[in-house]
């Protein structure tokens, strides 16, 4: 079964840093697209970022600038470090996996359980 | 960017009812459009991608239709374990990849 973990989530004040990690186990990671997606309670998901097996990244434009996503093919991890933080960015972060490189495209398989990121003074 | 819309926002209906879902993209995306299932305190599950594949494990009564920028989510003889809320999810041109905004389906 796969197993997607996000952790590194909390509160932060506005303007600060936080870095997610996934762990990513029990399937072929290095060769898909990984993605970003968080949600505010009460509202439907919103894409955050994305990451190519080769590294080639792309986000959205409410974050854009403040965010970088990265992956470890080696150690099946994804991260994403959220600089500059605001009250916006509050929401449940999720690690979902998107297409193979190539051969699918990005419907998103499986989902990690989500972490809380909440951005308040 | 596309935008997607579903609609209605609620449906209410009874045990063993069917429901169809409605989603519409604001650009033609062919065939590249994901239904999603969503409980209270879960991460959305896929149920059907390619407008109309079942993902593994996804019962027969979940099905999806159309093509371009109208799609359709029928669930036959809806059970407890339905009552959710369904996202559609759209692939075909990203980034960014768009979400609609949601359709719950209660109980009436």
């Known amino acids: 079964e796969v197993h997607l973990v996000e952790s590194g989530g909390g509160l932060v004040q506005p303007g600060g840093s936080l870095r997610l990690s996934c762990a990513a186990s029990?399937?072929?990671?290095?060769?898909?697209?990984m993605h970003w997606v968080r949600q505010v309670t009460g509202e439907g998901p919103e894409w955050v970022s994305g990451?190519?097996?080769?590294?080639?990244?792309f986000y959205a434009d409410s974050v854009k600038g403040r965010f970088t996503i990265s992956r470890d093919n080696a150690r099946n991890s994804l991260y994403l470090q959220m600089n500059s933080l605001k009250a916006e960015d509050t929401a449940i972060y999720y690690c979902?996996?998107?297409?193979?490189?190539?051969?699918?495209?990005?419907?998103?398989?499986?989902w990690g359980q989500g972490i809380v990121v909440t951005v308040s003074s | 960017d596309i935008v997607m819309t579903q609609s209605p926002a609620t449906l209410s209906v009874s045990p063993g009812e069917s429901v169809t879902l409605s989603c519409r993209a604001s650009?033609?995306?062919?065939?590249?459009l994901a239904w999603y299932q969503q409980k209270i305190g879960q991460a959305p599950r896929l149920l059907i991608y390619?407008?109309?594949t079942r993902a593994t494990g996804i019962p027969a009564r979940f099905s999806g239709s159309g093509s371009g920028t109208e799609f359709t989510l029928t669930i036959s003889s809806l059970q407890s374990e339905d009552f959710a809320v369904y996202y559609c999810?759209?692939?075909?041109?990203?980034?960014?990849?768009?979400f609609g905004g949601g359709t719950k389906v209660e109980i009436k």
């Open positions: 979902t996996s998107g297409g193979i490189w190539g051969v699918t495209s990005n419907w998103l398989e499986h």
């Open positions: 029990e399937f072929s990671f290095s060769r898909h697209d």
């Open positions: 990451i190519v097996p080769a590294g080639d990244t």
């Open positions: 650009h033609t995306v062919n065939d590249n």
């Open positions: 390619g407008a109309s």
């Open positions: 999810q759209q692939y075909y041109d990203w980034p960014p990849l768009a």
